[in-house]
Nanobody, 122 residues
Framework: QVQLVESGGGLVQAGGSLRLSCAASGSIFRLNAMGWYRQAPGKQRELVAIITSNGRTNYADSVKGRSTISTDNAKNTVDLQMNSLKPEDTAVYYC????????????????WGRGTQVTVSS
């Protein structure tokens, strides 16, 4: 089993910055990627940023240029630095970890943290 624990959320004024951290523990083999998703009230969960095990990153257009995702594979942590925050960034942010299947072509196993609230005031 894999456990993910997020930290770093909170209340910040528009234009401010936050750094979210996620620590993974447990049986982590065949790591495919780690990332951050968010879900605002009444909306679907959406990708914020993801980083693969070989360092490739992908960002949602809404945060591109304002956010940086980084990981320490040795420590199994993934951080998300968010700058120039906007009220529309308000959401619960979830850490995600993907494990490749031992069977080629099969879907990844996804693990989720409990989430951390980010609130940006205008």
């Amino acid at each position: 089993q894999v456990q993910l624990v997020e930290s770093g959320g909170g209340l910040v004024q528009a234009g401010g910055s936050l750094r979210l951290s996620c620590a993974a523990s447990g049986s982590i083999f065949r790591l495919n990627a780690m990332g951050w998703y968010r879900q605002a009230p009444g909306k679907q969960r959406e990708l914020v940023a993801i980083i693969t095990s070989n360092g490739r990153t992908n960002y949602a257009d809404s945060v591109k240029g304002r956010s940086t995702i980084s990981t320490d594979n040795a420590k199994n942590t993934v951080d998300l630095q968010m700058n120039s925050l906007k009220p529309e960034d308000t959401a619960v942010y979830y850490c995600n970890l993907q494990i490749r299947s031992i069977v080629p072509g099969y879907p990844t196993e996804d693990y989720w943290g409990r989430g951390t609230q980010v609130t940006v005031s205008s």
